[in-house]
């Protein structure tokens, strides 16, 4: 059963076809809201936020075929509450957190995550929502409000940074 047909019958009430969109795009969801937040723990709270609230709200969709970018919306709202959260947070003591959102494979994985990490947060969201979350450029700049050309430039320049940060030897490895 394809996406759209789930929609289709989750909003009927079908809790299963819900349970399984949520199968299908809780890793992208997951990635995207990792990479954001930059905290496993942040992240999974925020993605169990955001399916609950679209299951709540899945009668509101009125576009079975935009599932993903609808629900990646609610994730990254989940995402700006969740900072905002922090933002009002005093840290006494920094306690080591042992993520459990490991990178598994070659170091240049480990050192894109913490580039992708020293974002500032625009950067951090435009490169999760395009390349985590596979978006098109025109949904990321419905799901931010903002308009095309400026998710573009922000593509640009925060690829710019990545680039720099990793140092030419990591680009290489790419290739």
């Not at 949520?22 to 936020?49: H, M, P």
């Not at 925060?158 to 030419?168: Q, Y």
Request: hydrophobic share 40%; glycine share 4%; aromatic share 6%.
């Amino acid at each position: 059963m394809d996406d759209m047909m789930l929609v289709q019958s989750a909003q009927k009430g079908n809790e299963r076809a819900f349970a399984a969109l949520v199968r299908r795009n809780e890793r992208r969801l997951y990635s995207t809201a990792y990479s954001i937040l930059g905290s496993s723990w942040d992240a999974s709270d925020a993605c169990q936020d955001a399916f609950l609230e679209a299951w709540a709200k899945i009668g509101t969709l009125r576009d079975p075929s935009s599932f993903r970018p609808w629900m990646a919306r609610i994730v990254v709202n989940k995402c700006r509450a969740a900072h905002r959260k922090t933002r009002r947070l005093v840290v006494v003591e920094e306690v080591p957190e042992r993520e459990a959102h490991e990178f598994i494979g070659p170091e240049s994985a480990i050192d894109l995550a913490d580039a992708v990490r020293s974002l500032d947060e625009d950067h951090r969201m435009v490169i999760a929502l395009r390349y985590f979350s596979d978006l098109k450029v025109e949904d990321i700049a419905g799901i931010l409000g903002v308009p095309a050309g400026t998710v573009k430039s922000r593509i640009n320049r925060a690829l710019r940074r990545l680039k720099e940060s990793l140092g030419a030897e990591s680009t290489e490895v790419q290739q």
